[in-house]
């Protein structure tokens, strides 16, 4: 993680040289038939204005350093998040939003995309609806050693199956979300709980 840190911070250093509003820059890792993965650094800062953007497909981004605001509508109403390191960014394709540094300059985030057909074949695997209730996951033991492995293809401290990653983070996210969402008002351990047994293929007590 130290080295992805690295990387941020000299893009920031670069950027208070060059002067300029900060911006997203994207270095495509990965893609394949209905998916792909790159690595989004923001230099952006509280100086610069959020402006609307909109999801091209599913999106789950990996906060990998620095912290953003994260803000767009779901069934619930509007929501807005704080995206800090380890927690995903869940986007809906076609799904409008804003992000804003207001309290800090700059993160990079590994962001996987899904076109909606690929997307729905994988909410299919993982016993979901093909949507994502909730807009984040906090860091969450169920997704450690995902998240980890990100981190690291990333780094490029090991050489990553793309491909293979992004279809086991979907499928985990999805599962995780739904139950997130249809416990939106119990605890949150015991729905991390029952996700983490469904996971794992566990079954409840008759």
Not at 47 to 66: C, K, L, M, P, T
Request: hydrophobic residues 40%.
């Amino acid at each position: 993680m130290a080295k992805i840190a690295v990387e941020l911070e000299r893009a920031l250093a670069l950027r208070a040289v060059n002067g300029g509003s900060g911006f997203p820059t994207y270095r495509l890792l990965g893609q394949g038939n209905g998916w792909t993965v790159g690595d989004v650094v923001c230099t952006s800062g509280p100086q610069d204005r959020a402006f609307e953007e909109r999801h091209s497909h599913f999106s789950i981004a990996v906060v990998a350093a620095g912290s953003f605001q994260y803000r767009s509508e779901c069934r619930f109403g509007a929501s807005r998040e704080l995206m800090t390191p380890g927690s995903l960014l869940l986007g809906k394709a076609g799904q409008c939003f804003e992000c804003g540094h207001e309290h800090g300059m700059g993160d990079r985030c590994l962001s996987f995309g899904y076109t909606p057909a690929y997307f729905e074949k994988l909410a299919a695997d993982a016993g979901t609806k093909p949507e994502f209730p909730v807009f984040r996951l906090p860091p969450l033991r169920v997704l450690s050693s995902l998240i980890a492995r990100a981190c690291a293809g990333l780094e490029g401290s090991l050489d990553i199956a793309w491909e293979e990653l992004s279809v086991k983070l979907a499928v985990q996210a999805l599962r995780v979300a739904a139950g997130l969402s249809s416990n939106r008002n119990g605890t949150l351990s015991s729905a991390v709980a029952r996700v983490t047994n469904t996971v794992r293929g566990d079954r409840a007590p008759s």
